[in-house]
C-alpha cells in the first residue's frame, strides 16, 4: 500500500475525534491511534491518582495531571475541538460517574505536531480551577529533557479503552504493564506504515496480547509514577509484533514547561 493511501486514512481518522480508530479496510492495514487496555486488570484510580479523563458528553481520552491547573493529553485527541465542549474527570475510577468534571480553560496543542504521521502528538490542557479536597488526585512526575529508561523495562499503561472482551467492562480503569521496546526494532516492524521518530518510544510483547487500544489514546504510560509516554498510535491492539507506539514526554520536556512552568 502507497504511503499516500496510509495519509488519507490517517486523514480522514483524525478529522473524526470520537473516531479513535480505523475500520479494517479489505488490502489496507489497520492503522489505530490508541484507545483500550488489553490483557490487563481493573484498577483504582488510588492506584493512578494522577490519570484523568478526556470528556465530551462520552469519554474520549485519557490523560495526566502533571501539576497545578495541567494536565498533558495527545494532540489528536483535541485536534479540531472545541474547548467549550470539552471537560476532564479528575479522581475517578468509573469514567462515567466518579470523581468530579473540571472545565478547560485553554488547549495547547505542539505546535509541530503532525497528523500525517502522527509526530508530535502531545496537547497540554489548562485546567479551571476547581476545588479538589475530596477528589483523589495527585500529579506524575515528568522526566528531565532526552531522560531516557533503557529497553525491556517494565511499563504500565493505563486507561478506559476498548478491552476487546465482552467480560472485561470499559467502565472501570484498567492498566497493563509491558516492556519497553528497542527503538530500532521498532521501527522495522513499522517500516511500512511510516517514521517511528525520536518524539516516539514503543512498548508492548512480541506475543502480543497485552497492549492499549481505542479509548486509551493520550493516557499514561508510567513507571514508578513518573511520565514517560502519552498513548499515541499503532497497528490493531496487542497483536504480535506490532508494540503500541507512545509519544516520549521527555523529548519535548522544555516545551511542557515553557506553556506550563512545570
Not at 483504582?44 to 495531571?65: A, E, T, V, W
Not at 479503552?161 to 509491558?178: C, H, I, K, Y
Not at 521496546?181 to 510483547?205: K, S
Amino acid at each position: 500500500m502507497s504511503l499516500s493511501c496510509k495519509t488519507l486514512l490517517l486523514s480522514l481518522l483524525l478529522a473524526c475525534i470520537g473516531c479513535l480508530a480505523l475500520s479494517a479496510v479489505p488490502a489496507v492495514p489497520e492503522l489505530r491511534l490508541d484507545g483500550r487496555i488489553v490483557g490487563g486488570v481493573q484498577v483504582s484510580i488510588k492506584d493512578y491518582p494522577y490519570q484523568i479523563s478526556l470528556q465530551r458528553n462520552f469519554h474520549m481520552c485519557g490523560g495526566s495531571l502533571i501539576g497545578l491547573g495541567w494536565a498533558l493529553t495527545a494532540a489528536h485527541c483535541v485536534e479540531s475541538a472545541s474547548v467549550e465542549l470539552l471537560k476532564v474527570r479528575v479522581g475517578a475510577t468509573h469514567k462515567d460517574n466518579d470523581g468530579l468534571i473540571v472545565d478547560i480553560q485553554r488547549i495547547h496543542r505542539h505546535p509541530n505536531y503532525n497528523s500525517r504521521i502522527i509526530d508530535y502528538d502531545y496537547a497540554l490542557l489548562e485546567l479551571a480551577s476547581f476545588d479538589g479536597t475530596n477528589v483523589t488526585q495527585a500529579f506524575v512526575q515528568l522526566p528531565e529533557q532526552n531522560e531516557d529508561i533503557p529497553d525491556g523495562t517494565l511499563v504500565t499503561i493505563t486507561g478506559w479503552g476498548n478491552t476487546q472482551s465482552a467480560e472485561e467492562s470499559t467502565d472501570v480503569l484498567r492498566a497493563v504493564t509491558v516492556p519497553k521496546v528497542n527503538q530500532t526494532q521498532c521501527t522495522l516492524a513499522y517500516q511500512n506504515f511510516g517514521n517511528i521518530t525520536d518524539r516516539m518510544l514503543c512498548a508492548g510483547l512480541s506475543e502480543g496480547g497485552k497492549d492499549a487500544c481505542q479509548g486509551d489514546s493520550g493516557g499514561p504510560l508510567a513507571v514508578n509514577g513518573k511520565l514517560w509516554g502519552v498513548v499515541s498510535w499503532g497497528f490493531g491492539c496487542a497483536r504480535p509484533e506490532y508494540p503500541g507506539v507512545y509519544s516520549r514526554v521527555a523529548a519535548v520536556r522544555d516545551w511542557i514547561a515553557s506553556i506550563s512552568g512545570i
